[in-house]
């Protein structure tokens, strides 16, 4: 099968027009504009979007557009509504999320799961994925008869469809994971070269709680019996892990809020990636993120929902849309690598990078497409990238088969054999 567009999207500055020949859902070449099996015109034709931070089992309605109260107290309603919900509820809200990814383009996600709901959703669904396997720990030991190691490894060792499946390990975050509980799964994690993902300087208080053992987090701790003196690290997380030669390419940073430049470098000098979510740093009211910074620093900036309760959406295209009304100076490059190439490249060096390809349209990389048409009220000097933000979805392809069309011709009837 033959694609062509106006505008292929490879990585570089200025998208130029091509075809892209498909053959046993991987792309076997790129040739100049001639004659094809599907013109789809003037459109963006990428790669799959990655949405690389999602909790799939929270694509529930929020209810507000901003966060009504403290962010403590909306973690507490969160563990409140998986409680609510129960096994049945979470793997429904899990499938919505699934379907609301595929209708906008995003052809993986990085999903975080605390007991398996999104496993069990994801069971028979086209979408690619890295699954997280979070852990939540505020006591020193482990109440399993396993190690870490082993944890680990029967988590991992669990997917039956490793073609569209990866597996790894998120303890949640700094200030929910027992300092001695998170040291042995990244010890673990790097140890056996697994991926792994934390929430870190999310919370303002973050910092105070590590370095002094006092402030909000303190008493976040304490509602839930916990002893936050265990905490006291007498530095930031970044740091700590730094100076004991922890920080490895594996690691996936989540959110970052309150990094600070020396940390950025850190993160950079270790080859670890961050995940910005801007749609939900806006709904939790939270200062400028500091993505700009991170990218000056060399950091490789990946976007993410984080969760429908959070963002409102499930929508990469939003998401960069939001990335773009939050930090206006980033180039629109920036942005769709930041959904289209960043994530493959932070698995490709970690020995991963035959589950998604580059990102870049190139010769052996799965067909894992997505075609995001231009408005024709563009001003004539915008750029396609820039243009393309307030576009819309228009197909999605994994392995070569059409998962999703808006368009009326027929030639995009998802399931035909012919489109495979």
Known sequence: MRIAADYLFTGEENPSPGRLVIENGRIVEILPPGESDIDLGAVILSSGLVN?????????????????????????????????????GLVEAAV?????????????VFDIDPRGHSCDALQDSDLKR?????????????????????????????????SRELRAISPHSPYTVHPH?????????TGNNRLWATHVAEAEWEQELLTEGTGPG?????????????????SSWIDDLDSKGALSSSGLIIHGN????????????????????PSSHAYFLRPAHPAPE???MGVEVLL?????????????????????KAAPQIPAADLWRMVTIHPRSWLARNGHGSLLGSGRLQPGDPADLVAVSIPSHSEANTSPLEAALDGSVQACWIDGRVINSSAPDSSFAPGREEDR
């Open 304 to 324: 993410g929902t984080d969760g429908r309760l959070s963002a409102g959406h499930l929508s990469m295209l939003e998401e960069m849309k939001s990335a773009r």
């Open 258 to 277: 309150h990094c600070t430049k020396d940390e950025f470098r850190q993160i950079a000098a270790s080859n670890m990636a961050m995940v910005w979510c």
């Open 52 to 88: 690389s931070h999602v909790h799939l089992d929270l694509s529930l309605e929020r209810d507000s557009d901003t966060i009504p109260g403290s962010f403590e107290d909306w973690l507490k309603g969160v563990v409140e509504a998986r409680k609510e919900l129960g096994d049945r």
């Open 96 to 108: 919505t999320g699934i379907e609301e990814s595929l209708s906008n383009g995003t052809t993986a």
């Open 218 to 234: 303190a008493e976040f701790l304490k509602r839930f019996g916990a002893d936050p003196t265990d905490w006291k690290l007498g």
């Open 181 to 189: 509980v998170m040291a042995n799964l990244l010890e673990s994690c």
């Open 130 to 162: 890295v699954l997280f396997r979070e852990v939540i720990s505020l006591e020193a030991g482990f109440s399993a008869d396993k190690t870490p190691a082993e944890i680990i490894d029967d988590f991992v060792g669990e997917t039956s469809d490793p």
């Open 294 to 296: 991170a990218l000056e």
